[in-house]
Each structure stands twice: as structure tokens, then as C-alpha cells.
């Protein structure tokens, strides 16, 4: 009937135990998250894009939904539009190959994308970012260490970013929660731009009524006719008193000494001793003799 000859059996052997649930593959698992598709679950296809929650899409399966209005799945349903989605700038892995294409882990083939800036693969291994401002994808430890020297611009392509900008890609529950946040961080921004710039709108429209408004009255006021006892195309001349005292200038006698065509014999102020010295003087016309200047006694 058996159990004969010795044996011995163990508890394993006669009481059932009730099994396991199998567990995943942690592996096999990362592998499909950073290779497929989240909407479609089909390999990934470029252009790629993120959602703001870092998952991967193929762009095109992502617009092709939203055209045919199909109901997004539960992690996807966030996305409603391609305002909610960013393009990935992602770098090709040169040692990617075709014979990595087929199936495997990761851990014994090459990624396709690595961080352009230190060489890491994007495989899963190592946390991966990417900026919702321009979509350029690097490892976190490579954005980490060059943080300190040039914070706020991207390393690749020069664009400033700030903190809700940063998207973990594949990451945890814990940056899923984060990502919300950051979300509701960008949006709350992008209402109070738009405020502030239709205020400013605002602005430049009353400043611009007011000077129009301002330009219509002086130009009202400086159109109406001058009339006087029934003349209104008659313009009144006044006389310009900077000239006028210019002629009286003219008059006084000082200025006319300065005349080629003045004498002081004519001069009626000035005495009879003083025009004797000047050879206008009567007394010199008359003298028979040479003057006193060109006096030459040879000769006179």
C-alpha cells in the first residue's frame, strides 16, 4: 500500500499548502515601460512624446486618438489634448543595434537613447529627466551635477526652465504625485501670465484712447478761424521787437563813427581843437607846404 521500505514522507508531501501568487518580473516589467508605448502597448515608434506624468508615447498613436475622440485608458486619461503631451529631444544610442531589437533584457543588450551628456544608457537602471520647456531628455545625475554652475538653463539647448519644469520619466508612486503637482504649479503660472498680460493689454488701450483724445482737442482748438469786425481772413501783423530795436541801433552816432564815409569835421560834438589834429581839418587844405607826417626839408 506503500510507505514501505523506510520512507519517510514530509508534511509538503500530504498536507496541500495553499501557493504563492506569482510575482512579477521586475525586469521584464521596466523593459516594457521604457520600450512600449502606454497607450497602444506596442513598441515605441519616433517622434516620442511625454504626458505630463512621464510616460512614453508614440505621438502619432496619441493623435491618432484624440481624432478619432476615443476614450483614453485610466493612466492616460489626463491627456486630452497635444497641450498636455511634449516632445521628446532624445539622443540615439550609437551602439544600438538591429540584433538588440529582439527580445531580451535590457541588462544584456544596449538601449536605444542615452544621456547625451554623460553616456548613460536609458534602459531603466538609471533615472532619466526630460524639461517640459524644450523636451531635451538627460539622466538625473547628470542634470544634478551641472545644476550648481548653470541653474536654470538647460545644458543642451541653452533654454531657461525652472523647477515645475523637470519631468521624471517612468518614475515611482512617489514622483507620480509630484508630477501632479508640478502640473497644477504650471498651469496656476500660465493663468496668472495670461492675466498679467491682458491687464497689460488694458493698459495700452487707455494710454492710447487718452493721447488720441488729447491729440483731438489741441488739434480743435487750433483749427478755429480768427475773426475781427468782420474780417476773418485778415491776419493781424505785429511788429517784431528785436528788429525794431536793431533800426534804433543803427541810429546811434557811435555806430556811425565806425562808417568809411564818416569825417569828424562833420561830427558837430566834437571840438575845433580836436578836428585840427585830422587832416580833414580846413587848416590843413590851405597849408602851402608839405604835412608835418611827410615833411622833407630838401625839398621844402
Partial sequence: ???????????????????????????????????????????????????TM???????????????????????????????????QLTPNPAFTDEDKSEGLLDTRHAPYICKLIGLEMSGKFRFVALWTCGCVMSERALKQIKGSMASVCPLCQVPYSV???IVLNGNDEDLELMKVKCEMRAAKRKSAKKDKKDAKKTEACVKSETTDAAASTSSKTDKPSTSNGNAN??????????????????????????????????????????????????DKEQERAHWITYNPFYN
Avoid at 510507505?3 to 496541500?16: A, K, N, Q, Y
Fill in 1 to 51: 500500500m506503500g510507505c514501505d521500505g523506510g520512507t519517510i514522507p514530509r508534511r509538503d508531501e500530504l498536507v496541500r499548502v495553499k501557493q504563492k501568487p506569482e510575482q512579477k518580473d521586475k525586469d521584464a516589467e521596466r523593459e516594457f515601460r521604457w520600450l512600449h508605448c502606454a497607450l497602444t502597448q506596442q513598441r515605441l515608434q519616433e517622434p516620442i512624446a511625454m504626458c
Fill in 54 to 88: 512621464g510616460r512614453l508615447y508614440s505621438k502619432q498613436s496619441v493623435i491618432e486618438r484624440l481624432l478619432e475622440k476615443l476614450e483614453m485608458p485610466e493612466t492616460s486619461a489626463h491627456v486630452r489634448s497635444l497641450k498636455d503631451i511634449k516632445t521628446l
Fill in 164 to 166: 515645475e519644469d523637470v
Fill in 234 to 283: 485778415k491776419l493781424k501783423i505785429v511788429a517784431n521787437p528785436k528788429r525794431l530795436g536793431a533800426v534804433n541801433a543803427m541810429q546811434d552816432p557811435e555806430l556811425k563813427r565806425l562808417k568809411t564815409d564818416f569825417s569828424v569835421a562833420k561830427d558837430p560834438k566834437a571840438s575845433d581843437v580836436y578836428k585840427s589834429l585830422f587832416t580833414s581839418h580846413k587848416t
